[in-house]
């Protein structure tokens, strides 16, 4: 059973908006702190959204105000929903999942295998 399985992204115009979602085993969801990143072609792995415990949650200057972060505990799922998406934030997207607080630093422990979200101007 893979850890983690993101899945929602798509090719949607500037302006629109996407929900990526991210299933985790139960193992991997107990784990305290969630994260997605993302990477586009030439450029590094970069912190996009983080949620840690008590709901707890931080943004990337970037995507502050257009991106917000959640998680269902019940479902074992963390969701990226995006809004107002702009050319640049064309990347690979990646859920990750750790015990320890990562913040937005790529140092997690578990990756999903990431979901393309293109958008077009």
């Known amino acids: 059973e893979a850890p983690l399985v993101a899945s929602g992204g798509a090719s949607v115009q500037a302006g629109g908006s996407l929900r990526l979602s991210c299933a985790a085993s139960?193992?991997?969801?107990?784990?305290?702190?969630m994260a997605w990143f993302r990477q586009a072609p030439g450029k590094e792995r970069e912190g996009v959204a983080f949620i840690g415990t008590f709901e707890y949650t931080t943004y990337a200057n970037s995507v502050k105000g257009r991106f917000t972060i959640s998680r269902d505990n019940a479902k074992n799922q963390l969701y990226l929903q995006m809004n107002s998406l702009k050319p640049e934030d064309t990347a690979m997207y990646y859920c990750?999942?750790?015990?320890?607080?990562?913040?937005?630093?790529?140092?997690?422990?578990?990756w999903g295998q990431g979901t393309q979200v293109t958008v077009s101007s």
């Open positions: 139960g193992n991997t969801y107990s784990a305290s702190y």
């Open positions: 990750a999942a750790d015990r320890l607080n990562w913040g937005l630093l790529p140092r997690y422990t578990y």
